[in-house]
Nanobody
Framework: QVQLVESGGGLVQAGGSLRLSCVAS????????MGWFRQAPGKGREVVAT????????YYADSVEGRFTISRDNAKNTVYLQMNSLKPEDTAVYYC?????????????????WGQGTQVTVSS
């Protein structure tokens, strides 16, 4: 059974940092792009950052550019999201997902494996 399990979420004050991890099991995703997404209450799911299969290229949403860093360790089947300078508007459930392609993509419909999500709450 293929699973993506996120961890590292929690409650943090504005300006603080968190590091999210997503561990995959059941198969390897070393040839797949991976992504982090988030969904705030009452809003749709949006892309935060995506990374190519090799880690050589990545995309960031404008709202997190310069504050968040996506990375991956294919030997550990794990993708990370380092979040710095957190803002209250970053509060959401964060999901990791594996895409059906090697190059990064912002298209949600190309991600066919999803984790259960981890809550990130940033207080002002």
């Amino acid at each position: 059974q293929v699973q993506l399990v996120e961890s590292g979420g929690g409650l943090v004050q504005a300006g603080g940092s968190l590091r999210l991890s997503c561990v995959a099991s059941g198969r390897t995703f070393s040839s797949n792009a991976m992504g982090w997404f988030r969904q705030a209450p009452g809003k749709g799911r949006e892309v935060v950052a995506t990374i190519s299969w090799s880690g050589g290229s990545a995309y960031y949403a404008d709202s997190v550019e310069g504050r968040f860093t996506i990375s991956r360790d294919n030997a550990k089947n794990t993708v990370y999201l380092q979040m710095n300078s957190l803002k209250p508007e970053d509060t959401a459930v964060y999901y990791c997902a594996a895409a059906s392609r090697r190059d990064y993509t912002t298209r949600l419909d190309l991600y066919n494996y999803w984790g259960q999500g981890t809550q990130v709450t940033v207080s002002s």
